[in-house]
């Protein structure tokens, strides 16, 4: 079992930045992939971006070049720096991490096993 809480949302103007992080409850955090994803009012649950237990990384094509995904197992955390962001980047935030064996980068809510509560992200134009 693990706990997450996310936290760093809020409001922004286009073009700004923000840091969210996703604090882990559990010795064994170094042993899930993590990823976030969002939702926007109306619309399906959207892939971010994830982290592998080993470091590896995948984005979504709507964030490359802009977000940035990390993790420091040390302090059970994981980052998303969102830069350059845009009115079309407001959502609720969430941080989800899973264990089970996967054959694919998992970009799909299902391949997760725990949710945090979420954290509201808003880009004013």
């Known amino acids: 079992q693990v706990q997450l809480v996310e936290s760093g949302g809020g409001l922004v103007q286009a073009g700004g930045s923000l840091r969210l992080s996703c604090v882990a409850s559990?010795?064994?955090?170094?042993?899930?992939?993590v990823a976030w994803f969002r939702q926007a009012p109306g619309k399906e649950r959207e892939f971010v971006a994830t982290?592998?237990?080993?470091?590896?990384?995948d984005y979504s094509d709507s964030v490359k070049g802009r977000f940035t995904i990390s993790r420091d197992n040390a302090k059970n955390t994981v980052y998303l720096q969102m830069n350059s962001l845009k009115p079309e980047d407001t959502a609720v935030y969430y941080c989800?991490?899973?264990?089970?064996?996967?054959?694919?980068?998992?970009?799909?809510?299902?391949?997760?096993?725990?949710w945090g509560q979420g954290t509201q992200v808003t880009v004013s134009s």
């Open positions: 989800a991490a899973g264990s089970r064996t996967q054959l694919v980068v998992p970009t799909t809510p299902r391949q997760y096993d725990y």
């Open positions: 982290i592998s237990r080993s470091g590896g990384i």
């Open positions: 559990g010795r064994t955090f170094s042993t899930y992939f």
